[in-house]
Structure formats: C-alpha cells, structure tokens
C-alpha cells in the first residue's frame, strides 16, 4: 500500500471562489480543522496579494503544527520573498511557485517565449532554494502544454532545487486517460523525475476533477491537491473529501491510502460551507445532505433488510450520525413500519394500514414526510376513531374585502347524515365556526385559538388548537390539515366531539351504561 498525501487548498485555490473572501479567523479556523482532519501539506494563501493574506497566512504557519505549510508564489523574487516572510516560523515551510508552461499562456498571458519561461522558473526556483528546503514547482496549464517542453522544464527546475513537481490541469480540460498518459510519458523521459515527488491538481470544468485525480494516483503520483466541497476558482477544485474516501473503499483497487481522518469529514465540510458560504448541494457525494438518504420503498426495503445492499459507505465512517430513511412518495410499508416502531406507535395491522394509507395520501400534499407530520396523523386518526362524531366533508369559503366573509360547510353527523349550511362572519375562521353552529344548532364560545406548522416550508401541516365552552363544558379541539381553514373547521369539530363525548360519559355514568360500549 503506498500513502498519497493529501495537499489541501481550501484556503489558496478554495478562496479563489467568486464571492469567497474569509477574514483572517475564519482562515485560522478551517485550517485547525484541517490540521485535525488530517491533511499533508496545507497551502495556506499567496502572501504577496495582500496585506491581509499575508498575516493570515502567517498566524496559520505560526499556529499550525502537524502539516506542511504552504504559501503560493509567481515566479518573481517579490512573491518568493512575501512567502518566506510568511511562512518562516512554520514547523515545516514549504515554498509552491509556478510558472504556465502552454503555448496559449505563454503567448498571450505571460508574452514570453518558451525560453523565457524556462529561465525564469529555473531562476526562480534557485532563488527559493536560499531560503526553502521544500520547494513545490507548478506548471501552470500543464495538460495543455507540449509534453516534451513539459520534460526538459522539469528536469531543469529539479535540478534547481525542486523538490516536489505539479502538474496542474488548470482548466479542467483533460480526460483520465490523457491524464495517466501525460505522467507515465514524463515518468519515463525525464531522467531526474525520480528524485522528486509528483503531485496532480486538477479542475472541475467537465466534472473530471476527482475522476482525472484517481488516474493520476493509479498513474503514480504521491501528492493529490483539491479542496474541502470542491470549492474554487470557476467550477472548482477536486473535492478531497471525495478522492479520500474512494480510496478507502476502493483500497483494493488503488492499492493506496491516505492520512485522513476521515470522522472529520462531515464537520470539516459544513464548518468550509459556512463560513465561505458555499452551500454544499444536497446530492453531493460523502459530504451533501442526500448523501446517505433512502426515499424509495424498494432502497429502503433493501437497507432494512441489509445496509449493504444499496450502500457503499458507512455514513459513520464520515462522521455522519447514520443514515436516514426519508418518507416520501416513493416509501413502502418496510420503511413506514420502522418509523412507527422508532416513533413508538403501538399499531393493530388495521390501524398500522389506516395509518399507511393516510401517510400515503399525505404524500400527495406534501414532498417530505418529518416524524411530526406522521405523530400529527397518529392523533388525528385516533381521535377520529370510533368515538368520532362530526366529521368534516366539505367547506368552501368566499373572502370578502368589504368585511364580510362566507363559508359554506357540509357535516357528517354519528347517524350518517350530511348537513350543510352557509353562514357569515368577519373573518374566514369566524365565518367558519359560525356555519358550524348553525348547521349543528349549536352555541359555543372560543376561549383559545392557536395555530402551528408541524414543519417549515411552504408545504407543511397546519395545526390548529381550540378550546370551546358550551353550557358549563368546555372542549379542547385539534385539527390537522394542508389548509388553516381546513384544520381550523376540524380543530372546532374535534372540541365539539368531544363535549359530547364527555356528556354522553356522564350521562352513561348516572345511568349505569357505557357511552363506549
Ligand atoms: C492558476 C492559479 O490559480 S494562479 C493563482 C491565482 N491567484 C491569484 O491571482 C492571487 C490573487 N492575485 C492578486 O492579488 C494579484 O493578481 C497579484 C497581487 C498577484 C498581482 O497583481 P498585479 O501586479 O496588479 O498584476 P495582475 O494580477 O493584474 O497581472 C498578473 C501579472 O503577473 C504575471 N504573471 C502571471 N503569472 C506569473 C508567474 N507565474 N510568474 C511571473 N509572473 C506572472 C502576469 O503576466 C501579469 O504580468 P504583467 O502585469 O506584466 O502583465
Ligand atoms: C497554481 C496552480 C497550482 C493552480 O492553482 C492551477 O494551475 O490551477
């Protein structure tokens, strides 16, 4: 098994985000948490950018101590020198320069010629040997530069000092094939190439980034560079979460592995998200929201019955607590029955069916089911069991603007009967509630009147909450729906059910019957 390093560069390549710009806390505390997570070699910044990119990079080489600090330098002695500055007092300093090497960034970018280019990065190098045992060289644009230009540079900055060579695909341009290809080619031509270790960063462009980093380790290098979430410059960086934990689970194929923490997984990534603001998408590998989510009956059966079956990573593995099982549309009764065990829900087989079938009508309303949308259910079929009276078939309501608003109601009453009835009021809950009165003759007065999403969102629940009085009794009433005029009609029924309940109790007791028999 050889070990890859791992060269992270949230803090240089992952800050190149659009709208990314981390104060110098900030920068300190991902990269403990870094440090923690196990990292090689963390590239902490370019020093000569700015003032305040310098000190950051310094509080980081002065704290950090269990990896390799690292600062980024063009090939000019003003940049060397700010990454000397910063990084001196760190346990171990690590100079990275580079230089582009493409004809398309020579050319145009650079206006140098491939000789001019090759002087500066041999000059440059020698120039940080001065001060840096550990030079890192970078060619810049390397996928899209002539191979053999690629192998006599090379041979030339190690000779000057380098002791670790790159080569970037700085715009996520090539394939992994290609990729293998270019450094078995160099492995082979440049006659010093062993003295050094080799490193791949690669770009996200064509979605390629930890595709063409796993090539590169199967074609020999020692050191990956990516970043945590994949964040960076355009479409961002390899991820390293993700290039970390495909070697773990597929060691046997790569035959490699790495320092990493992987625990540390989870909270390294949210703690970059938030405070880069980078939101990770719930369907990131490892790392987003979904990663270990079932939905459908049949994946969830499947993981019930064997977690192996539809998963290939343990969620605790990356510090994530287990997976979830979410209810949805697609869930099955295997999934539906765990819950209501987890939930504690004490079922008849009638009643679980009951219970399933008003889940799976729900799902028609709403996308995800939480545990206190099935609790609400739970009641709510309860107490619309057979001691139920009135329930509600039907209500319309017309909002008025000049303050009068009507609601029509329609009441199945304990003899099967269906009274409708239409009345006003000033609101559409008190229009509600006075149609309600009216179709059952009925006078009640409202004590309270609470109302509650079960969730967030716009497709949660409505609760509502209602104590009535009548005649010396009074009622508490709850009702649950995907419409507040709907759970507030069923809120006011559910209290009236059970005044009745409660008479009807009474009276059995004077009489020596049971109202529940
Ligand atoms: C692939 C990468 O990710 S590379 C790293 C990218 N990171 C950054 O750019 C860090 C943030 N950058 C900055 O703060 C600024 O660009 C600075 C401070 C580095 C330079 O700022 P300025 O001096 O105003 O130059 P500006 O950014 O406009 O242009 C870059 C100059 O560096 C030159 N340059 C680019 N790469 C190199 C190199 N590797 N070695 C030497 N010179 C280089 C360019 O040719 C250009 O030179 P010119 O001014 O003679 O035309
Ligand atoms: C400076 C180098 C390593 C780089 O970030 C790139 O080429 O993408």
Known sequence: MRRIEIFDTTLRDGEQSAGVNLHLHEKLEIAHQLERYGVDVLEAGFPASSRGEFQAVQQIARTVKNCVVAGLARSTERDIDAVWEAVREAAQPRLHVFIA?????????LRMTPEQVLETAVAAVRYGARHFSDIEWSAEDATRSDWDFLALIIERVIDAGATVINLPDTVGYITPDEYKRMFQYLLERVPNIHRVKLSAHCHDDL????????????????????????????AGNA????????????????????????RETVHTSKLVSKLTGM??????????????????????????KHKLTYEIIRP????????????????????????????KLELSEAEFEQLFNAFKALTEKKKEITDDDILALYMEMNSQAADSKYELQFLHVWYGTNGTTTATVGIRCPDGRVVEEAATGKGSVEAIYNTIERALGTSLQLIDYRIQ???????????????????????????????????????????????????????????????HA
């Open 207 to 234: 979605g390629l980034a930890v595709a063409n980093t796993l090539a590169a380790i199967e074609a020999g290098v020692h050191q990956v560079e990516g970043t945590i979430n994949g964040i960076g410059e355009r």
């Open 101 to 109: 090497t493409s004809p398309i960034h020579m050319e145009y970018k």
């Open 279 to 304: 939101v990770v998408p719930p369907n990131k590998a490892v790392v987003g929201v979904n990663a270990f989510a079932h939905e459908s009956g049949i994946h969830q059966d499947g993981v019930l």
């Open 239 to 262: 991820s390293l979460e993700e290039v970390g934990v495909a070697l773990a689970i597929r060691k046997e194929y790569y035959q490699a592995t790495t320092r990493l923490n992987l």
């Open 453 to 515: 999403s079960t969730t967030g969102g716009r497709d949660s629940l409505a609760e509502v909450y209602v104590k009535v009085e009548t005649e010396g009794w009074t009622g508490n009433g709850r009702g649950v729906d995907n419409d507040v005029l709907a759970a507030s009609a069923k809120a006011y029924l559910d209290a009236i059910n059970r005044i009745h309940l409660k008479q009807q109790w009474e009276q059995s007791t004077t009489t020596g019957s049971s109202a």
């Open 316 to 343: 605790e593995m990356v510090g994530w607590t287990s997976n979830s099982m979410v209810l949805g549309k697609h869930s099955g009764r295997h999934a539906f029955r765990e819950k209501c065990a987890e939930l």
